[in-house]
Nanobody, 120 residues
């Protein structure tokens, strides 16, 4: 059993900052990577940022220079620091964990999401 839990969402004014946390726990053999996705009302879920086991990061163009993803390996926790927030960043933010099994199979786990609302 694997649990993925996000926290840190809330209401913030445009230009403000929030930090989201994603904690992965349970029967983990090895984490391949952890990423953040978001889904705004009426829109499809989209990629935001990700970090791999070796620390490589990737960002959506829309958040580059404003969001920073970081990872604390010992805690199986990933953070998403969001600065200079815009109204268009309003969405439910989901954490996704790619986990490796002992047989080198990849499994996908999602958290329930955390709401981020940016008021203009």
């Amino acid at each position: 059993q694997v649990q993925v839990v996000e926290s840190g969402g809330g209401l913030v004014q445009a230009g403000g900052s929030l930090r989201l946390s994603c904690a992965v726990s349970g029967s983990i053999f090895r984490i391949h990577g952890i990423g953040w996705y978001r889904q705004a009302p009426g829109k499809q879920r989209e990629f935001v940022a990700a970090v791999t086991i070796i620390g490589s990061t990737n960002y959506a163009e829309s958040v580059k220079g404003r969001f920073t993803i970081s990872r604390v390996n010992a805690e199986n926790t990933v953070y998403l620091q969001m600065n200079s927030l815009k109204a268009e960043d309003t969405a439910v933010y989901y954490c996704n964990a790619d986990l490796l099994s002992p047989d080198a199979d990849l499994y996908d786990y999602w958290g329930p999401g955390t709401q981020v609302t940016v008021s203009s």
